[in-house]
């Protein structure tokens, strides 16, 4: 299968205790698979060979920490207001801006 990639999507609150998964088809103008195995590869440079594929990327071009990233979350809802989806968010000391 060197021209696809199988995406396994975890259990959700619709889909209890059913596999979900996905097949992405590479096209030769996206690359998907060669793309993938480089970013696989880069991940295992630096020592990540289980978890998530999709990862926060340090300015340094690190892949972050969970120790890193828990200090750079932020609540959920904590700086947005608003019910819209276009809504500005604001920090503490700042006034929104509309």
Not at 29 to 46: F, K, T
Not at 70 to 94: D, E, F, H, V
Request: charged content about 30%; overall charge positive.
């Amino acid at each position: 299968m060197d021209d696809r990639i199988l995406v396994r999507l975890p259990e959700d609150k619709t889909h209890k205790g059913e596999e979900q998964s996905l097949v992405l088809k590479d096209r030769p103008d996206i690359q998907l698979v060669p793309r993938m195995r480089r970013w696989l590869g880069y991940l295992a440079e630096q020592g990540i060979t289980t978890g998530p594929v999709f990862r926060q990327v340090l300015k340094n071009g690190n892949v972050a920490s969970p120790a890193t990233r828990a200090k750079t979350a932020t609540k959920r809802g904590s700086t947005c207001g608003g019910t819209s989806s276009t809504s500005r968010c604001s920090t503490g000391s700042r006034r929104p801006v509309s």
